[in-house]
């Protein structure tokens, strides 16, 4: 499920495009994981470490020592913004990932490590660069560290996909860099229309 963290309350239900592409196919990949949305703005004494790591990265996966040097958060970051995804849920016996709403989620186990790259889509090692127990993916030439975010959409939270869709982030990039379907993509999300959905993935496969 989607969540929006402490920093959200209060503020446009609304996430960056590539945020927003994340999230679905990875929600729709892993429906009983929650995913924590969260927006940070570096303090002046943070503000250029930050920069920093938003020129060189385009996306940025942090390990936790808690979690066995799991993923704990995936990081978007511009140049003065954070966005993160924290990655919540719980295993059973089997390894299995547990429904938040089953009785037995509050008997379960941490997630694996390996199940954590997993769900946070971690690329492969060799297209990472490793520093301070994080995981930086650079920037390619054609990539610039903006600012802030170049387009937002509306987001609700609380949305949980299951096997009605399927889409990439790549599909759904698709769909909000085109005129005539951005809105129309927006709108189904929102009332979760899947059919709709659907039918403008497959108008434009």
Avoid at 88 to 112: A, C, F, T
Avoid at 146 to 155: A, D, Q, R, V, W
Wanted: proline residues 8%; hydrophobic residues 40%; aromatic residues 10%.
């Amino acid at each position: 499920m989607i969540i929006y963290g402490f920093t959200m309350q209060g503020k446009p239900e609304e996430l960056p495009k590539e945020v927003a592409a994340w999230l679905l196919e990875r929600n729709s990949l892993y429906p009983n994981i929650d995913f924590t949305v969260d927006c940070w703005e570096p303090s002046l004494a943070e503000k250029a470490k930050r920069e920093e790591e938003a020129k060189k990265y385009s996306r940025i996966f942090v390990k936790a020592q808690s979690m066995g040097w799991g993923i704990s958060l995936v990081i978007f970051p511009y140049l003065s913004q954070h966005w993160t995804v924290k990655i919540i849920g719980l295993v059973n016996d089997q390894g299995e990932i547990l429904d938040p709403g089953s009785p037995e989620y509050m008997q379960g186990h941490m997630l694996p490590p390996k199940l954590r790259f997993e769900i946070a889509g971690v690329p492969a090692p060799k297209l990472l660069e490793m520093y301070d127990h994080k995981l930086g993916l650079p920037r390619k030439e054609d990539e610039p560290a903006l600012e802030t975010p170049e387009m937002m959409i509306s987001f609700p939270p609380g949305l949980r996909w299951t096997s009605e869709v399927s889409m990439t982030g790549e599909e759904f990039n698709r769909l909000l860099s085109n005129p005539e379907t951005k809105v129309e993509a927006e709108r189904a999300i929102w009332e979760k229309d899947w059919d709709a959905l659907k039918r403008l993935k497959e108008q434009n496969g």
